[in-house]
T-cell receptor, first 113, second 115 residues
Framework: GQQVMQIPQYQHVQEGEDFTTYCNSS?????IQWYKQRPGGHPVFLIQ?????EVKKQKRLTFQFGEAKKNSSLHITATQTTDVGTYFC?????????????FGSGTQLTVLP | GAVVSQHPSRVICKSGTSVKIECRSL??????MFWYRQFPKQSLMLMAT?????????EQGVEKDKFLINHASLTLSTLTVTSAHPEDSSFYIC???????????FGPGTRLTVT
């Protein structure tokens, strides 16, 4: 079955430093999504990438989808304490009519003030 | 945006009892809902896909007789953990996506503790 790997598992940065998390799928994806989960909370949708080589930006967050649609990255510029949380990538494939997500293992980001 | 609710948010039960968790899409219809399980500091593991009006599709290794799923309407799916054991203690999260959207909206989750 599909596997989605994500690195690093943990990242501690000083406030103001940059942060990147990487995601690799064992299979070609129809699209990839990114979610953020705050401690004690539930995953919240950040963005979806569909096209090969797509790059999207949300303020200080930059998302990339690889040319082969098997890898993706999330880069945060100048981290802030509000960026703390676990970032998950999730690859989506179609099984019949259902849109199932396979989550990566997540990267837990700690931002030190 | 779309809202998904889950009830209860926390439940503590004794070993051997059954617990029902409800997942509702509040402002959209969902023919499909998903049930995940998350252990502390781990990722979300898809347990099953709940299909309105038909049987759920379970992921490999998930016991369908232990985790009963019912999707009786376009806005409600339930997960019943039967004969719960301490190893079933976990964070259970449901999600749903509107028909025209790829985005999955997650419920707030249910923390189950089996004593």
């Amino acid at each position: 079955g599909q596997q989605v790997m994500q690195i690093p598992q943990y990242q501690h940065v000083q406030e103001g430093e940059d942060f990147t998390t990487y995601c690799n799928s064992s299979t070609t994806l129809s699209n990839i999504q990114w979610y953020k989960q705050r401690p004690g909370g539930h995953p919240v949708f950040l963005i979806q990438l569909v096209k090969s080589g797509e790059v999207k930006k949300q303020k200080r967050l930059t998302f990339q989808f690889g040319e082969a649609k098997k890898n993706s990255s999330l880069h945060i510029t100048a981290t802030q304490t509000t960026d703390v949380g676990t970032y998950f990538c999730a690859g989506q494939e179609m099984r019949g009519s259902a849109r199932q997500l396979t989550f990566g293992s997540g990267t837990q980001l700690t931002v030190l003030p | 945006g779309a809202v998904v609710s889950q009830h209860p948010s926390r439940v503590i039960c004794k070993s051997g009892t059954s617990v029902k968790i409800e997942c509702r899409s509040l402002d959209f219809q969902a023919t499909t809902m998903f049930w995940y399980r998350q252990f502390p500091k781990q990722s979300l593991m898809l347990m099953a896909t709940s299909n309105e009006g038909s049987k759920a599709t379970y992921e490999q290794g998930v016991e369908k007789d232990k985790f009963l799923i019912n999707h009786a309407s376009l806005t409600l799916s339930t997960l019943t953990v039967t004969s719960a054991h301490p190893e079933d203690s976990s964070f259970y999260i449901c999600s749903a996506n509107p028909v025209s959207s790829y985005e999955q909206y997650f419920g707030p989750g249910t923390r189950l503790t089996v004593t």
